[in-house]
């Protein structure tokens, strides 16, 4: 291909053959189409490598809030065949997990439809009280370490799509999947895939799913960057971020349209900060990105967070594992000149102080 193509801009002769443009737009079209079929979590685009549950014996310094950790995914109300959810590693010992003193700790997963399953508003809150088990339940099971589900998968099923609950404001069927800590104090470390098959990972189209807390183990490179993607519909004016116990570990900071990086209030040692930042109209009806950015000399190797965010209303607000309406980017000046001026102006930024 001559360097011409890619020296002039796109669109600009009509009729043209297929040009470089063309096929790179193809190239985004197929890259967008895989990413609606990809359904682990954590995703391979939060650049998280783990959820974490602890047994409720644990140490909070290590990094779980309360030991349980709730999932819901939502399958198109068109389907009807059976899934499966697979978790891997759902054992606490051997490989992955973080293991005090000997692995004495159990973690039940379990799974709920019916009726309840997302509406009741206890679900819909980030603390396991009340009637946070609302539905149906479905199925359910303890794992303590087993060489047998080390470094493996589980698979929960088959599930018919049918069983969920029918939420019309998703235009199909929800599923809720537990995690709790039930004994002793030791780390799981385990991550989901939401698949047509027991055996395998094979998305479910259209299905995605979501988390009002998370609860994850950074990367322990230095200068990694971790995702979160929030959902931020019309009617949001400002949120409330909440971490705990980040540990000191770098930055936590919100890029949007119209942030190119403003920073949060950071937790240090099994302690929740909180922030509140406003939402412009043009932050609506997409998806923030929240970059948790490693930056220490010292990069800590085990370190777990819980991040979640509440709207202007005090309602917790959900992450997705597919970014609703895209991920933001902040919008630089076209102008190569504005933009230098931009990245130098916003460098010396100092954005949030606690
Ligand atoms: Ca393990
Ligand atoms: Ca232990
Ligand atoms: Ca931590």
Known sequence: MSNNYLDEPPNMTPNRPITFYHLFALLLLLSGIFEAYSQPVPPDNSNIPFLVTFGKQASKKYGDDDFSQVFFLSIPSSESDPFYIRVFDPDVGGQHDEIYGGADTKTKFSVYGGTGAWTEPDAQQTDPIGKYKSGTLLDSRSFAATEKYDNDWYAFGPLDPKEGEFVKEFGGHVFKIVAE??????????????????????????????????????????????????????????????????????????VSYEKKGEWVAMSNEADWKSSTHQILPTERNSSLDIQFVKTKEKAKDNNNVCFSFKNQYGEFMRFYTIPIGGVQRFKYNVNLIERLREGERFKNDPIFAD
């Not at 698949?195 to 395998?200: H, I, M």
């Not at 960057?225 to 540990?247: A, K, R, T």
């Open 181 to 254: 800590g039930t004994e002793g104090n030791d780390g799981n470390l385990y991550k989901y895939f939401f698949s047509r098959s027991p055996n395998v990972n094979i998305a479910i189209e259209g299905a995605n799913a979501f988390g009002y807390e998370w609860t994850f183990r950074m990367p322990s490179e230095k200068n990694a960057v971790s995702h979160l993607y929030p959902y931020i519909n019309e009617d949001v004016i400002s949120i409330q971020q909440l971490n705990f116990d980040w540990d000191d570990d770098g930055i936590i900071k919100i």
